[in-house]
Nanobody
Framework: QIQLVESGGGLVQTGGSLKLSCVAS????????LAWFRQDPEKGHEFVAG????????YYGDSVKGRFTISRDNAKNRVDLQMNSLNSQDTGVYYC?????????????????WGQGTQVTVSS
């Protein structure tokens, strides 16, 4: 069973950048698709970005396309989310999640393993 631990959240001004990281332990990291979700009071877990098991395919939610970049390093059991041009709508708790490698992109119910979350706050 894989365990996920996020880091890198914090307070940033509008237009700024943050990089979130998620390190995994247990299980075989390269067997999983990885994704970042953020908690939205109305939408529940909103899909932010996902990456295939081999790192070759990346997927993004419409609201972050062109601003966020997801990447993974299977040798380090790590997935990162580089967030640029942040705005107040990006505020929330960000979760790293893992799903079987056959899962593609962004349905939260398909992800079996979740980290504890890291808070991102964007101030104007």
């Amino acid at each position: 069973q894989i365990q996920l631990v996020e880091s890198g959240g914090g307070l940033v001004q509008t237009g700024g950048s943050l990089k979130l990281s998620c390190v995994a332990s247990g299980g075989t990291f390269s067997s999983y698709s990885l994704a970042w979700f953020r908690q939205d009071p109305e939408k529940g877990h909103e899909f932010v970005a996902g990456v295939s098991w081999d790192g070759l395919r990346a997927y993004y939610g419409d609201s972050v396309k062109g601003r966020f970049t997801i990447s993974r390093d299977n040798a380090k059991n790590r997935v990162d989310l580089q967030m640029n041009s942040l705005n107040s709508q990006d505020t929330g708790v960000y979760y790293c999640a893992a799903a079987p490698a056959t899962v593609v992109a962004g349905n939260a119910y398909e992800y079996d393993y979740w980290g504890q979350g890291t808070q991102v706050t964007v101030s104007s």
